[in-house]
Each structure stands twice: as C-alpha cells, then as structure tokens.
C-alpha cells in the first residue's frame, strides 16, 4: 500500500510535474499543479502530518494551464523543489505570465511570505543515478 497525498479528480489539471524537495526539519514537500475551484491552474504543497498529508494551495494565479493534447505538452508552469538557502525556504517558480521567481514560504504554514527575484537556478543533489539496461532484470 501507499499513501494519497491529494485525490484530485479526473479532468482536474493535474499534471505530471511532481516535485520532491525538504523544509528545515528534514520533512518531505510534494509540490504539483492542479486546478481550483475556479478552474484556475495553481501550485500545492503536501507533507505527511501525524494524521494523513497536509495540503495547500500557494499560489493564487487567475490563468488557466489547459492540459489537453496527446505526446508533449509545452510546460506553462515549472516549479523547482522546495530547498532551504540562507535560513529560508524556497522554491523557484516560473509561470507563462507571472515569470521567474522565488516564492519565500512561511515554513510552519508553507503559505508564501514573500517573493524575491529567482536567483541562480538552485541546486539540487539527487544522488547517483546507475543505469540498468545492461543487467539483467531478475
């Protein structure tokens, strides 16, 4: 079994542009895209929490990233993880109208606290990566 960060419905934008970064604690932040109520394209944040995942929603945009189409989608939004720099937490964002960004994120709400100019792309150590074509799968 695993765990549903955020049922989101069928047909709801969500799209497939998840990712994972950390607060100051060590705790995971899930970020993603999905529509709200209104239809508008928005950023969410998850963390596990004792009972169950804490959701919120970032932004608050009044465009609409229509996901439709088959193969390719050009990426309208594109969302870096979550990183902490400097004793704060943030997250680069780069939105088709709003531009580049750092949104500054209260770290007990994870609601913004500001936004800043987006400095350098941030860096982000993922590990090693081994490739496993030439193994065979058991």
């Not at 709801?12 to 529509?35: A, C, I």
């Not at 780069?94 to 350098?120: I, M």
């Amino acid at each position: 079994g695993g765990d549903i960060v955020d049922d989101v419905p069928t047909g709801s934008g969500l799209s497939n542009q998840v990712t994972l970064g950390f607060d100051e604690r060590g705790q995971p932040l899930v970020s993603y895209l999905h529509y709200d109520r209104a239809g508008n394209t928005q950023l969410y944040y998850a963390r596990p929490m004792a009972n169950g995942w804490e959701v919120v929603q970032v932004s608050d945009w009044h465009d609409r990233w229509e996901l439709k189409g088959y193969g390719t989608i050009q990426a309208l939004v594109r969302q870096g993880p979550v990183v902490e720099r400097g004793g704060k937490l943030l997250q680069e964002v780069r939105h088709w109208k709003a531009g580049r960004f750092d949104y500054v994120l209260d770290p007990e709400t994870l609601r913004p606290a500001g936004r800043q100019p987006a400095g350098r792309p941030l860096p982000v150590n993922v590990g090693t990566f081994t490739p496993c074509w030439d193994r065979q799968l058991v």
